[in-house]
């Protein structure tokens, strides 16, 4: 079975600073990942995903992820905050093989200060 | 392009009344998924549709809930009778196909059981 850990909650940082969600994944198989984002009173939204190739991969509203193996691990980073990034996000892992069930982490929230 | 329409938005019930809630998928897309999304939660599959075909229902409670997609296109979730437990956010979503992780969801339907 598939599942991803998500650390934190709650993140809260200063409009400016960097964004680190962290996302830890268990899989028996190749995954590929996902981040999510979920505004208030909005369905998610994919922000950006990791399948093969690059692992180095880059999403909307300059949010970047890096897939390591090693440290099964596949956090959503953005250099500088911005107020309209205050949402939810959910990391997500599937499979490479056969009907791909996607499974969500139970989200962070992303608090963001003046 | 619309985008996954929902309805209704919001819903409150007593409990053991029934209640179902709308979704229609963008267009040609033909795979459907219904999502329960409890408060602090990530989304949880609740069943899929190829299109008009209930291909993985394994987590749906089939007790009170049932689902339909007749024609392939738009669907109805329904539950009855309703619990206090059910209160939720219902989410749906529709792809292209199942084997790229790349949900596209719609605003949720969040019902209240009193």
């Known amino acids: 079975a598939q599942s991803v850990t998500q650390l934190g909650s709650h993140v809260s940082v200063s409009e400016g600073a960097l964004v680190l969600l962290r996302c830890n994944y268990s899989s028996s198989v190749p995954p590929y990942l996902f981040w999510y984002v979920q505004y208030p009173n909005q369905g998610l939204q994919l922000l950006l995903k990791?399948?093969?190739?690059?692992?180095l991969v880059k999403g909307i509203n300059g949010f970047e992820a890096e897939f390591k193996k090693s440290e099964t691990s596949f956090h959503l980073t953005k250099p500088s905050a911005h107020m309209s990034d205050a949402a939810e996000y959910f990391c997500a892992v599937t499979s490479n093989t056969g009907f791909q069930k996607l499974v969500f982490g139970t989200g962070t929230r992303l608090l963001v200060s003046p | 392009e619309a985008g996954v329409v929902q309805s209704p938005r919001y819903k409150i019930i007593e409990k053991k009344q029934p209640v179902a809630f709308w979704c229609n998928p963008i267009s040609g897309h033909n795979t459907l998924y219904w999502y329960l999304q409890n408060l602090g939660q990530g989304p949880e599959l609740l069943i899929r549709y190829e299109n008009e075909e209930a291909v993985d229902d394994s987590q749906l409670p089939k007790d009170r809930f049932s689902a339909e997609r007749l024609k392939g296109v738009d669907s109805t979730l329904k539950i009855q009778p309703a619990e206090l437990g059910d209160s939720a956010v219902y989410l749906c979503?529709?792809?292209?196909?199942?084997?790229?992780?790349?949900?596209?969801f719609g605003e949720g339907s969040r019902l209240t059981v009193l």
């Open positions: 990791y399948t093969t190739g690059a692992t």
């Open positions: 979503a529709s792809s292209v196909d199942t084997g790229t992780g790349e949900l596209f």
